[in-house]
Each structure stands twice: as structure tokens, then as C-alpha cells.
């Protein structure tokens, strides 16, 4: 049995809100939290003392990347992830079963995780019948999934042993099961079938995972309530150590925060995922449903792009999505800090004209300090959610950032 448990702190009385610890073999996580992605045992544009300046408490690996470079063999024999990467903390790993998605029907249907997840809150692409596909990298069937790699197209398949055997060679301390996430655009037949999957090889990952390693079984059904019902009781009735919400999860907001809504109060007291969601709006609606984690790459994904997190006090809202544009032109000659309010090391040395510079030289130093700054402001969040809920004030503090 791992060494695992989950402590709940302090339950909201006005909502499902709670602060708790999770403890884990390498180390406690005080939740509600963020869990940095760090796809290729990196977070991109940080190394490891980076995340220990930013007070990370864990991270979260990418089995399937990990699994073609370098290979999960190759980091068992370096001594596992913690070593390879330098990290001594706790680290998720996720199945490979997004990748079922990401690389597949994703490509078909030209919808993501990210961006445009919901594809009917997306304004930034065309319709989704007007763009191009992609071809589809995956062939799934009952038995697993054959991956065509995205490097060299050499096949690789994945059930959920495999899945299993390479989140065992990282040595992660919390493990997915191995899952099939539809798209938003399957409908309600294909989405039965792959939840059916689901709930057969998380039985097998249970079967087949490393003892020493907390896993966390994942609910489906895509937005179908008697679905994600079945899948919920499912899940909820299996000895896993954690339970995981993965998508699809609709095609709105909406319809996500309805999903929670539907399956959260068939959970017991086990921590509960939410697998690839982090925006702000998204993380106080999901506290107050319940969920204690998260992992999304939209703070560091942003970041690169430009995008810098900034407060209420200094301007942000819900309309600008809690951030600026910092390629702008009126930055150029903008010598204040991205976010006068913000005490991280990037705001404290550096001006909005510098950053502006550098993103538009395209200057790789520009990556590590935006991804320093969000992620700061992340982490700074997750701890004024966590301290609401200690202090009974949690309602107050979703209306000051979210009004």
C-alpha cells in the first residue's frame, strides 16, 4: 500500500469548498492546489531550483512524452524522475489516455483541451466545420491504444499494464489510471462505449500498478448525466487512492460546471482531480464544487505567448481574463512592473518595457521570467483560496476577483 493519506483540514460551511493535505511518500500537498505540468519532466522555461524559489509543492509528468523521449526505461535506469529531473517533491503522472484524445479526435475534430476546448465559447477560431483536420494518430479498440509517435511515426501501444509499467519506471508518486478521453464532439453512443473502457482497464490499472504508488481512478461519460452517474459510482466503488474528473467536459463552462455539479456529491472523502482545467474563473467554481487539485499548461502556455497574470487591484477581471498583453506597443516605453501589487522576483526587477522587448525579440530569457511570473501568481492564488477557506471567508473572496 502506498503511503498515502488525505487529511481534510476545514470544511466551508456555505459551500463544497474544503482545505486539506495530501500526504504523500515524498512530501505533503496542502490543497486546494495548482499542479505545475511539466510535460517533459520540465516545466518549460524553469528548472528545478525555479520551482523550489516559486514554492511548488509537486508537478505533474507526461507519461506518453516521457515514454518516446527519453524513454521511461532510460529514466528507471537514471533512477527514476525524482533524480532525473532533480526534484525531490511529489509528482503526478497522468495514463496516456488524454493522448487518446489529443492525437485523435482532437485532430479530427480540431478541438483541444486548450484554446478551444469549449467549442462553443471559441472566438478566436472559425467554426469548427470550416477548419482543417488533422489526421488521427490513434487507433483505439477495447484492448488499448496503438499511438502513431509524433516524432518519427514509429507505433506504440498503450492498455492499461503498459500504462502501468511506464508510470512505474518514472516513479511518480500519484498515478492516473489508464483512460479513453472522448471529445466534446462524441456523441452519446461512443461515449458509452469508451466509458465502458474506462471503467475495464481501470480495473486492470489496479490490477496492475505499482503498490508503492497512490493512483487515482478517473470518471468519464462526457456531458451525459445518467453517464457520468454510472461512471462516478463506478469509479467511487473501486479502491483507488484519489478520485480524477476527465473530459470531455461539454461545450461550454457551463456545462463543466454542471458536470462537477453532477458527480461531486456522489464522491466520499478521497481527494478529488480535475484533469487539465486552470483558468481562474474555473478554479473558484471548482473549489466551491469540491475539487482539491488541478493541472493545466494554460498559466505557462499563456506566458510564452505573452499573456502576464495580473490582480484585481491592478486591473484585472474577468473580462481581460485576469491578464495582459505584454507584445503590445504601449509597453514598449512602460517602465512599471508587470503587476505593481505582485511581490514575485520578475516584478520586483523588471519593467513591462523589458519584458516587452524581450517577447518581441524573442529573447529565450523572456520564457523563464513570464513563466515565473504566472506561475507566482498561481501559486499566490491557491494560497489566499486555501487561507479563505481556513478563515471562513471563501464566499468573499470569489466575489473580489470574480465580482
Not at 462537477?260 to 474555473?282: F, S, T
Not at 487591484?313 to 509597453?331: D, T, V, W
Request: a negative charge.
Amino acid at each position: 500500500m502506498a503511503e498515502f493519506e488525505f487529511e481534510i483540514i476545514k470544511q466551508d460551511k456555505n459551500s463544497r469548498a474544503r482545505a486539506g493535505a495530501i500526504h504523500t511518500r515524498r512530501g505533503d500537498i496542502e490543497t486546494p492546489y495548482f499542479v505545475p505540468v511539466g510535460t517533459l519532466a520540465s516545466v518549460r522555461g524553469l528548472d528545478s531550483s525555479d520551482l523550489q524559489m516559486l514554492g511548488a509543492q509537486c508537478a505533474l509528468i507526461n507519461t506518453y512524452y516521457l515514454h518516446l523521449k527519453p524513454g521511461d526505461e532510460t529514466i528507471k535506469k537514471l533512477g527514476g524522475t525524482h533524480k532525473f529531473m532533480n526534484f525531490g517533491l511529489p509528482l503526478f503522472s497522468d495514463s496516456g489516455g488524454f493522448q487518446a484524445f489529443s492525437l485523435g479526435l482532437a485532430r479530427e475534430h480540431n478541438i483541444g483541451k486548450i484554446g478551444n476546448f469549449f467549442p462553443e465559447e471559441t472566438v478566436e477560431v472559425k467554426p469548427q466545420q470550416d477548419l482543417p483536420r488533422g489526421e488521427n494518430l490513434t487507433k483505439i479498440t477495447d484492448k488499448g491504444v496503438e499511438f502513431k509517435s509524433i516524432y518519427d511515426g514509429s507505433r506504440h501501444f498503450f492498455d492499461a499494464k503498459k500504462s502501468m509499467e511506464i508510470q512505474s519506471n518514472l516513479d511518480s508518486d500519484i498515478i492516473m489510471a489508464f483512460d479513453e478521453c472522448t471529445s466534446p464532439l462524441s456523441d452519446y453512443d461512443y461515449t458509452k462505449i469508451a466509458m465502458a473502457r474506462t471503467h475495464d482497464w481501470a480495473k486492470q490499472s489496479l490490477e496492475y500498478h505499482n503498490k508503492d504508488q497512490a493512483i487515482y481512478g478517473i470518471i468519464q461519460g462526457g456531458y451525459f448525466k445518467d453517464l457520468r452517474d454510472i461512471s462516478a459510482k463506478f469509479i467511487n466503488d473501486l479502491p483507488f487512492d484519489g478520485i480524477a474528473i476527465g473530459g470531455s467536459l461539454g461545450k461550454t463552462k457551463a456545462d463543466m460546471h454542471e458536470i462537477i455539479d453532477w458527480v461531486i456529491p456522489q464522491l466520499d472523502g478521497r481527494p478529488r482531480h480535475l484533469l487539465g482545467i486552470g483558468e481562474i474563473d474555473d478554479i473558484f467554481e471548482s473549489v466551491e464544487q469540491g475539487i482539491d487539485t488541478f493541472d493545466c499548461v494554460a498559466a505557462t502556455r499563456n506566458a510564452r505567448r505573452g499573456c502576464l497574470f495580473i490582480l484585481p487591484e491592478s486591473g484585472g477581471s474577468l473580462a481581460n481574463k485576469f491578464r495582459l498583453n505584454i507584445s503590445g506597443a504601449k509597453y514598449k516605453n512602460d517602465g512599471d512592473p508587470i503587476d505593481a501589487n505582485c511581490h514575485c522576483p520578475v516584478c520586483g526587477n523588471y519593467s513591462r518595457a523589458y519584458l516587452h522587448h524581450l517577447h518581441n525579440a524573442r529573447e529565450l530569457s523572456y520564457f523563464r521570467l513570464a513563466t515565473i511570473h504566472n506561475l507566482w501568481f498561481m501559486l499566490r492564488l491557491m494560497e489566499k483560496i486555501r487561507e479563505s477557506i481556513k478563515n471562513g471567508r471563501f464566499a468573499e473572496l470569489e466575489k473580489e476577483w470574480l465580482g
